[in-house]
Every structure is written in structure tokens, then in C-alpha cells.
């Protein structure tokens, strides 16, 4: 299995620009999670989804936050506008049914100048 | 309650010794705590998971020791190699839920 597969691996942008992160979780798992990590922060649950509908998104920071997943295998972040406090390490993880363990992608590293 | 604290925020060990990490936690509800180690440049995966019902589990030369009633578990890393040198986190869950509540990370170094 090729794992959870983000792209693009590097994001550089300029503030109030659009940013949207990509996801393909790993193919038959259910359950897909957004975190994002930063050195102040650590590791904070952004918003997960159930079969493509979000359970909890309370960890969105805030409206500039959305995430859709459109079908099984793709999910999106997107950030508009950005701000340079969003730069950080976005990953995606995913994992089936009532299993605990999650598997997570590479991550995404975002720079909003 | 949801909070899992963490320390040491950082620990430099020297090969062949041990190293210790700590974790503590409020909720009583939390029934699997997982470890997570996190390679330069790569996602946390998971290391090693230890549920109430046992004080230890080892796997190789990792451990972890389980004290229900402080509230606390820890990892341990016997032997500790150059190449363990990561980020560590531990993390719990409740019951049905589905997400999992990270601890700060410990980002370790083993000396050569």
C-alpha cells in the first residue's frame, strides 16, 4: 500500500493568498483526520471525517479554515486567506473502522510570507 | 480534561543508556494511549500502545510502564541507539471516541 499520500510537500505563499493542502487516505480506511503541528502548539486535531462527513470540526482555528471530502480517496484543506501565523506542518492521517491505530501522511509544510 | 501533558519537552542521552518519557493525563475515561515517533521530515507513526487492563507492555526495547492510579505512563527506550533519535509523543483516547488527544513531544537525542 502506498500509505496516505499529501500533496504538495512545500507550500510557500504570500499572505491573503488562496492555499488548499491535498489528502488521499489510505484505500479502505473510513476515518480521516486533518492535524496541524507547530512548535508553540504541537500536534492539534484540526476536523475529522466518518465515510466523507465531518464529525467534529471544533478544531478548525477559523472561518479562513474548510475542509471537504468530496469521496473516499480525496480530501481537501483550504485556507483563504492566509495568514503567516498559519504557517506550520499540515498532515493528514487516516484509519479504518473501530482499529485506533492512524496512519499518517508526510505532511504538508506551509510558509505564508 | 481532554489535556495530555508531556514531558520532558526535550533529551539528549547518551548511546547504550535509557531514556524516559513521561506523560500524565486528567481523564478517567481515556482507555488506550498510544506512542507516536516522529522522524525529521516524515509523519508520527506509531511506536508501541498500551491499554488499562496491563501496568507494562515491551516490544523489543521499547516499554511502556502503566500506573492507573497516578494517572501517568512513560516510555521507555532500553539501549538507546543514534538512530531513535526523534520526536516522541504520546497521546490517549476514550472510549468509542475516534480521535486521539497528542501530548507536546519530546524530541530526543542519542549521542553516538
Known amino acids: 500500500d502506498a500509505g496516505v499520500i499529501q500533496s504538495p510537500r512545500h507550500e510557500v505563499t504570500e499572505m491573503g493568498q488562496e492555499v488548499t493542502l491535498r489528502c488521499k487516505p489510505i484505500s479502505g480506511h473510513d476515518y480521516l483526520f486533518w492535524y496541524r503541528q507547530t512548535m508553540m502548539r504541537g500536534l492539534e486535531l484540526l476536523i475529522y471525517?466518518?465515510?466523507?462527513?465531518?464529525?467534529?470540526d471544533s478544531g478548525m482555528p477559523e472561518d479562513r479554515f474548510s475542509a471537504k471530502m468530496p469521496n473516499a480517496s480525496f480530501s481537501t484543506l483550504k485556507i483563504q486567506p492566509s495568514e503567516p501565523r498559519d504557517s506550520a506542518v499540515y498532515f493528514c492521517a487516516s484509519k479504518r473502522g473501530a482499529t485506533d491505530t492512524q496512519y499518517f501522511g508526510p505532511g504538508t509544510r506551509l510558509t505564508v510570507l | 480534561q481532554q489535556q495530555v501533558k508531556q514531558s520532558p519537552q526535550s533529551l539528549i542521552v547518551q548511546k547504550g543508556g535509557i531514556s524516559i518519557i513521561n506523560c500524565a493525563y486528567e481523564?478517567?475515561?481515556?482507555?488506550?494511549f498510544p506512542w507516536y515517533q516522529q522522524f525529521p521530515g516524515k509523519g508520527p507513526a506509531l511506536l508501541i500502545a498500551i491499554r488499562p487492563d496491563v501496568s507494562e507492555k515491551k516490544e523489543g526495547r521499547f516499554t511502556i510502564s502503566f500506573n492507573k492510579s497516578a494517572k501517568q505512563f512513560s516510555l521507555h527506550i532500553m539501549d538507546s541507539q543514534p538512530g531513535d533519535s526523534a520526536t516522541y509523543f504520546c497521546?490517549?483516547?476514550?472510549?468509542?471516541?475516534?480521535?486521539?488527544?497528542f501530548g507536546s513531544g519530546t524530541q530526543l537525542t542519542v549521542l553516538p
Open positions: 497521546a490517549a483516547k476514550r472510549g468509542s471516541a475516534r480521535q486521539l488527544t
Open positions: 471525517f466518518n465515510n466523507n462527513v465531518p464529525i467534529d
Open positions: 481523564n478517567t475515561a481515556f482507555d488506550y
